[in-house]
């Protein structure tokens, strides 16, 4: 494998289709937050794996969002992808719409940004294939990322 | 919405990704052939759904082919689309393949066919937009598909 | 173990009940067909293994339909048998009812048949003890097992 | 409904089958305890409101003993029956073994006897039907159900 | 480790909280006994691990008393403590109460008892670190749970 | 109910205990982030509840930490308590680490800042009862609290 780069496109998802069961919903009847974050956590995932083709580590979750409840019956609509890499981890973000497949209207239901690491059968980091953002919206990502990271860093310093 | 009919692309799902986890095993270390179904079955109704935006009730599944054991960690890559129209039924047509991350060998693991009918709020069947196959791949199923409905007539009256 | 046969009754299931829970409804508040489908694979499976005290491997399902819906509350009533076998593979056949507990009422739910091929420890098929039917359902059920294989040989030359 | 008496055997489930899935497993490589306390539980209520048409609360669970550990692979066989009827309320026996499906040995796994009251739609107690034993094992059972209720009244009286 | 004992504290589960899910009711709208029955058998063996270091085993339950419905959306709280140790075996008393989180009205779900063995890496019985109440309540149980012993000894002699 | 204040220990969870069971692992073993999270969502929603007496809405979480892998028959001892509360939104930080129940052994697993906001029965924000942080470390937390929320405000800013 070429250590040139690898396309976004070449592991991100963008129409993960999952309907909301009465067994998805909390004590108030929307969509349970737990839920859809075991849902984006297991995609994030499938994609740091699909962009190394090795075993990724969870490092963290930064700004999840919950936007709007999602309702029984609605059928969400997941997006993620490689944002940015750096030598040894990755920013993947993910985004979940619902949508009613009566009106076809839709809602954000949620957006948040993991951090994982690639690590080899000793469970060191090993460093990643660059991702090369190609679409306007990719490489707006892949910039806004950087700013993500920089935040991330500052922010652990101060607490410190 | 005109009742001219739709492309098959506006309601297929065509990279619905899903890691084996230990959880999704029989006893035998393999997927759990309950657990494969319970995915696609919730896969194709969404097919339909967002097919003829109503609800839609499963009539009934023909040749589900169990093709090679899936193993803890594969990622399956589930395939659905709308095959062929009928008045107020559709045939939907669901394929599942199992890719090693790191290889990235591909084994196929599940093809069948769904059979749904649309309804209304009183659950009276209702016509169905006509699905327009565009590909050769999608003219391909939708001939095959008017087989397995004269197939599966055959043999209901066979039967009775 | 003679190879002479087996009764169908030695490893038939004639009444396993399930109550119909909130956790086994779809979003339009009936039993949700994926789950119906898993409880009858483990089941088809328990009644190949009981009858050939083997590991059983799924090959496939046939014509599963679904009758009627269920609901919260309802009784199902599971049964499954071996209908016929062959030299290495078994058709189990499944049907399930759901009984209100309260007027005794009986609605047809699911039928489908599945076909099994037992493996001795290095995954070869090997060769199952014959059924043998007793009872005049049973006959018949038999027979009819050799005309779906025939119509599933005739069907699966035709698409290739 | 003649109030005469029903015979144990109209409720009596005596082969429900449940395969041990990985899924079923506690850290230490066996059956869960509370995997298996909720599988009786949902059985022992369905022979209950067999029993007598109603809905029926759980009043208690007594005398449960874990006999032997189950493993992956094993096959569940369990059985629960009407043992006696009071009043308002009744004992369900449920007895679960394990089945080694290639050598057929078996094991016992657990015993548990569980009490019922039936309520009306106001959820207030009414009376149940008595149930009539007619195998030697069922009178046995039968009159054992009385002493286990003197041992708990006297027990509860005990503690107060 | 000091053979002579270790306080009820050391061990004691005390506020462990649960709120009722749409995924946690029967067919009649309340918390279902086998999920809770789920709940408290793991919350004790943790007791007894915690008491004693050791892989625990559990011989079996006594006296479970449902007291209460609970409803969807009551917050379950949960306590769990060692009342007695013998030789190799000891009784794990758990009570749970559920919240109303608006009013703060408090009612009794269940309590019961469990019994469970330690065992070294060959699955034999091993000595119990005895346990040591302090508070008034602490005596109290400690001294019903020889009661409960005698009642359960006596039980099962009677029965066999 | 005065609006002066309430002490963080009033709603705080100190030690909810959950054992590591096969049927919570990724398919590397260890422990599935996703699973921790769905714990850590349903126990800081309780905490928020507690807090106001009312419905809490996720608004987001911010700096979730995956510190550690757990592995199956690890205790997780998981910790929540609201940190701060604003005029209608609130931080509940969330802690969990893992124990050995043998060695007695601990290490972090996950560290992560929800925030809620309360509301009403039209589901419109209502102002919150401030907490009152009373020991050392909880007025540590009181104080970075008001720190992540200017970090989250600037990064938002920056974004839009």
Known sequence: MSMEGKPVAASAIIDQVIEVFPNDLNPHGTLFGGRVMQIVD???AIVAKRHCGRVCV???I???R???PARRGDILV???SVNKTWCTSMEVGVKVIAE???SLE???ILSAYFTFVAVDDDHKPVE???VLPETEEQIKRFNEAEKRRTFRLAQETSHH
């Open 42 to 44: 297991s995609l994030a």
């Open 58 to 60: 969870t490092l963290g």
């Open 62 to 64: 930064d700004s999840v």
């Open 66 to 68: 919950f936007l709007n």
């Open 78 to 80: 997941c997006m993620a």
């Open 100 to 102: 009613d497949f009566r």
């Open 106 to 108: 839709q809602k954000d």
């Open 128 to 130: 990643i294939i660059p």
